[in-house]
């Protein structure tokens, strides 16, 4: 998933987020809207998973 793809599926991205990562708040969401990068990031932060690995469960949503 690239940043082109997260901004159109957005919604259903964010629902999915929050169901397999329950430690993500709606900030958290707010503040990564349709942004790739820092999607990432967030999620690197709040499971302590390395990128590739956070890019690799993203690919699978």
């Known amino acids: 998933m690239n940043s082109l793809e997260l901004k159109g599926k957005w919604n259903q991205v964010k629902g ?8 993500l708040t709606d900030d958290d969401l707010k503040a990564a809207e349709g942004e790739y990068d820092k999607l990432v990031g967030i999620l690197q932060e709040k499971t302590g998973k390395g ?3 956070v890019e690799k469960e993203l690919q699978s949503l």
Do not use: G, T
Request: no cysteine; proline share 0%; hydrophobic share 20%.
């Open 16 to 23: 999915d987020l929050k169901k397999k990562y329950a430690s």
């Open 51 to 53: 990128k590739e690995e």
